[in-house]
């Protein structure tokens, strides 16, 4: 009986895949058995980031009054394994395979998400345990983030890149728009720390998914790899590349804008607009209205405009949302457009990131990426520490709209300066790499399967 039962359920389950392929178009990736397995796990783990990027910062305004200078070193403490360990940990990516790694750092993020409900039922939750806590995030995310961005590498074919992250940018928009809302019920329900459970168990579900994609890649290290001349060559590689020097100082800026506001933007929809968790949550959709549009449309507005002033137009995006809020009425007025500013900063982020991730995966070659990956987050991230602790010392000092004006401010001004830089304005396509001969140097040596077609 229970065997007929599981036959029962997996005929349709097979079923309900061959109704889904029928609505595809023919090319599309989701048609492709592993990219569908990688996507869906995004989504799940995306639908649980979501309760955490609510819950977590909540328990710290509402449970224990932090100030904005708190908020602000809390954002910091995600930031700060970025600057320490991304780049030794991209030599020691570039020497092992990577769907482990990914799947590891999904297990991890689930203890480490639990540990918060954990302490509150112990008695010891504090600021300091929320410090350890996006600290331990942060290193995960340095090791485990990098890995899931070689992957979809490994998983799609290079031309097809801003098409994928596109995709993975509309995976995550269904978890911003059912996620919020249900994220706030759920906050008012049983409370901001209980509720990052159920983050804690979405993570364990989406690593049991990647569990089952298969990758064959080997990684054999060279028998006269040394680890300081390969992070060197990484870093040299980077260095070199005017194009990737472009992205990183642009992005950078726009990383440090968008820290400096984030740490407020709870402080300032709870304190200064009066919402409560449920219509923080609510107001949180707006984020996922933004990622689909942005998602849907964002890989054609990139072939119109081409990669380049796509991305710049995102910068532009975003810091008219922070402008806005900066100077909105605290009243209804105000509450809509804090709603807004959320739909325009995921609208504008998508337009940035699947066009960034795309432009340094494409000009890359393959023995180099875990290095290039970590070498560029390293170098966007060391801006977003002091943008945090900035927007949380203006946000106590000058007032929460301080903080809004720089970041929005700020990143108008990065759109015009960005829109008269060559290198990113006259990008029509995506670049191709550069031989590998030419920089491979000591590091190990990988056999990579060809991605699916």
Request: charged share 15%; proline share 4%; glycine share 10%.
């Amino acid at each position: 009986m229970t065997q007929w039962l599981l036959s029962l359920k997996e005929g349709a389950l097979i079923r309900l895949v061959r109704w889904l392929d029928g609505l595809l178009p023919r090319e599309d990736l989701l048609r492709q058995a592993t990219y569908r397995r990688l996507w869906t796990s995004i989504l799940i783990s995306s639908f649980g980031g979501q309760v955490t990027m609510l819950a977590l910062p909540l328990t710290a305004a509402v449970l224990l009054h932090a100030t904005p200078t708190q908020m602000g070193l809390l954002t910091a403490m995600e930031i700060v394994p970025f600057v320490l360990f991304s780049l030794p940990s991209g030599v020691w990516l570039d020497r092992v395979r990577k769907l482990p790694v990914y799947v590891i750092g999904e297990s991890a993020l689930s203890l480490v998400v639990a540990s918060v409900p954990l302490a509150w039922w112990l008695g010891g939750l504090s600021m300091t345990w929320l410090y350890v806590v996006g600290f331990v995030i942060g290193t995960v995310y340095t090791t485990a983030g990098s890995a899931a961005q070689i992957v979809l590498t490994q998983v799609v074919a290079r031309e097809r890149l801003v098409e994928a992250h596109a995709k993975n940018a509309l995976a995550t928009s269904g978890a911003e728009v059912a996620g919020p809302g249900f994220a706030g019920a759920l906050i008012k329900l049983v409370g901001a720390p209980l509720a990052l459970l159920v983050d804690a168990v979405l993570l364990l579900v989406s690593a049991a998914i990647l569990r089952g994609i298969v990758v064959n890649e080997e990684r054999l290290v060279r028998h006269d790899a040394h680890f300081w001349r390969d992070l060197k060559t990484g870093v040299r590689f980077v260095a070199r590349h005017h194009l990737l020097v472009a992205l990183a100082c642009a992005v950078g800026v726009w990383q440090m804008c968008h820290h400096a506001a984030i740490v407020v933007q709870i402080l300032f929809a709870t304190r200064t607009l009066g919402l409560s968790e449920q219509a923080v949550g609510l107001s949180y959709m707006g984020m996922g209205l933004g990622t689909i549009v942005a998602s849907v449309y964002g890989n054609r507005i990139s072939r119109r405009l081409g990669p380049g002033r796509c991305l710049t137009l995102g910068f532009a995006v975003c810091g008219a949302g922070w402008a806005m809020l900066a100077l909105a009425p605290a009243n209804r007025y105000g509450v809509a457009a804090f709603a807004l500013m959320l739909l325009m900063f995921s609208a504008g982020a998508v337009l940035v990131f699947i066009n960034f991730l795309a432009l340094r995966q494409a000009v890359t070659p393959e023995p180099l990426l875990g290095r290039m990956t970590s070498t560029m987050r390293w170098l966007i991230l060391i801006p977003a520490g002091p943008g945090a602790l900035l927007g949380g010392w203006l946000g106590e000092h000058l007032g929460l709209r301080a903080s809004l004006g720089f970041a929005g401010g700020t990143a108008l001004l990065l759109a015009a300066v960005a829109s008269r830089v060559p290198v990113i304005r006259d990008l029509r396509e995506l670049p191709t790499p550069e031989h590998d001969d030419d920089w491979v140097g000591a590091e190990s040596a990988g056999i990579v399967p060809q991605p699916s077609r």
